[in-house]
């Protein structure tokens, strides 16, 4: 019996659509760290057949799935950066590296010279990217550049003021430049034409957080039921006995725990497994490849529960254990084979 790790390529598609709607700039997408966990060549496979030809990496070796799926004319950009031992894999899968400091455009100059390049602004993160008082020696050096972006650092709150500093920082110092420019993931381009510019950079709405009004979930999980007993009442249930049945129970335990990306954090809060409709609660510990659930309403026993579906996403389940949707996904056990569908 294995879980079912459910991928809906048409409510991926669909989400891209929703962000590229809001925009008339071009709208990219962001398939770094295998996709966040759901598979770069598959996600990007589909994206491309919905019209996207710009795809964000973190590290060079996750452009080959990428390079495969969308055929020799889409664009990989490489967030992480220009280093000399990368140059083979760069020219290979044709990876635009996006340029993070005045020593990289020095180096590209001298060994990937006419090969195309961005460049990664800092306007205020403290991350990556040339640093405000760089630029100007810089600038004179990038005009032919595919693309000058930098990143918003509070984007989830819309209001704080970071982000019209950001916003502002960037135009003063990219003003009468020709290359393109971007600068909004997935939270900035939800605050409108604005912070568009010539391309936005969503992932997370893409994989179904909810950044955006009609955003669809894209994951399922399934997870199979080991075995199920009847208990006392009174009876502890897993490690440390933390939950005791406060009336006779029927516990199903679950073949799922920490080491697929299950928090052990999750049993902290109110998590639920749902049989079809029906809701069941996550009770006492998260064990390393175990999980318990009481299933005494239930009707009839379930050969599975559902952790994530249409009434529980990355979203709530982020904050059940006290993290981000990011983590959720990108926590995904590669123990669960990934079934992908309306592909
Ligand atoms: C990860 C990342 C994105 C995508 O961010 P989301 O919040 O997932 O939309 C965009 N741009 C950069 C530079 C990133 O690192």
Redesign the pocket.
Same mark, same amino acid.
């Given at each position: 019996m294995r879980a079912d790790l459910t991928i809906d390529l048409s409510a991926l598609q669909h989400n891209w659509r929703c962000f590229r709607d809001l925009s008339s700039g071009v709208t990219a997408a962001?398939v770094?760290a295998d996709a966040?966990g759901l598979g770069a060549g598959k996600v990007a496979g589909a994206l491309a057949s919905a019209g996207a030809c710009d795809f964000?990496i973190?590290q060079t070796q996750e452009a080959e799935a990428v390079r495969q799926a969308i055929g020799s004319g889409g664009k990989i950009y490489l @967030?992480g950066g220009l280093f000399a031992g990368d140059i083979d894999l760069i020219k290979r899968d044709n990876i635009i590296p996006i340029l993070n400091t005045p020593e990289q455009i020095k180096l590209h100059k001298s060994i990937l010279n006419n090969h195309p390049f961005a460049v990664?602004l800092d306007t205020g993160m403290n991350r @990556?990217g040339v640093s405000p008082v760089d630029w100007a020696s810089v600038k004179p050096h990038i005009n032919n550049a595919d693309l000058i972006?930098s990143?918003l650092s509070n984007?989830e709150d819309k209001t704080d003021s970071m982000n019209t500093h950001q916003r502002k920082l960037f135009m003063d110092l990219t003003d009468g430049m020709t290359p393109p420019r971007s600068l909004s993931?997935?939270?900035g381009t939800a605050f409108g034409a604005d912070f568009h510019f010539d391309m936005t950079?969503?992932?997370?709405?893409?994989y179904g957080s909810a950044?955006l009004p009609n955003i669809k979930p894209v994951v399922g999980l399934s997870l199979p039921v080991l075995q199920v007993r009847k208990i006392a009442k009174g009876a502890p249930v897993g490690y440390d006995g933390t939950w005791v049945a406060p009336v006779p129970s029927t516990i199903a335990t679950l073949n799922a725990g920490y080491a697929d990306g299950i928090f052990y954090a999750l049993a902290r809060g109110e998590l639920h497994l749902f049989a079809d409709e029906i809701a069941c609660p996550l009770i006492g510990r998260v064990s390393m490849d175990l999980m318990s659930v009481d299933i005494s309403h239930l009707a009839e026993t379930p050969t599975h529960l559902s952790l994530l579906n249409h009434h529980q996403g990355i979203d709530s389940v982020a904050k059940t254990a006290q993290t981000i949707p990011?983590e959720v996904l990108c926590a995904l056990s590669q123990r669960y084979a990934r079934n992908y569908i309306n592909g």
């Open positions: 962001v770094k966040y964000f973190a @967030l990664h @990556l972006m990143h984007a993931a997935s939270y950079r969503p992932g997370i709405g893409l950044v990011y």
